[in-house]
């Protein structure tokens, strides 16, 4: 009986542990109304050691004939740990962005990301209209 009251305890416990990651969301680019999902990925890399800088870096292509309207990001790492965002090539209308994500002082980086794109013609047009024929 007194065992399975300190597994009851031991049980409730556990559970109510506080919640030990973070997750950080990062947006860039312009949606559009006709914005579709063109290329997405996900990946999850333990740390070997959780004060070195640890590095990912991901290349989003559109399908032929589109271009990246926008990319959106969500990176998770602990809740003591870092996690940076910067796109190192690449912009909004461009056939291929490679973004990059740095977390330090965590013991793993999970991150998922989708990007969004627009027809090249398309976004053509909107770009015209909107810089006033430039």
């Known amino acids: 009986m007194l065992g399975k009251i300190i597994l009851v305890v031991m ?3 556990v559970t109510s542990l506080p919640q030990t990651h973070e997750t950080k969301k990062f947006r860039v ?7 579709l999902p063109m290329v997405g990925g996900s990946d999850r890399y333990r740390h070997r050691n959780n004060y070195d800088p640890f590095f990912v870096t991901v290349t989003a292509t559109a399908k032929k004939n589109y271009v990246i309207s ?9 809740t003591s740990g870092e996690v940076d965002f ?24 999970s991150y998922s990301y989708l ?20």
């Not at 680019?29 to 914005?35: F, K, R």
């Not at 926008?70 to 602990?78: F, M, N």
């Open 29 to 35: 680019g312009i949606e559009y109304d006709h914005s």
């Open 70 to 78: 926008y990319l959106e990001v969500s990176a998770t790492v602990d």
């Open 11 to 13: 049980a409730v416990g």
């Open 86 to 109: 910067c796109v190192t090539s690449g912009s909004t209308g461009s056939r291929s962005m490679v973004f990059r994500l740095a977390s330090n002082r965590s013991e793993f980086l």
């Open 115 to 134: 990007a969004y794109g627009i027809r090249e013609d398309e976004y053509k047009k909107v770009t015209a209209v909107s810089c006033g024929g430039c």
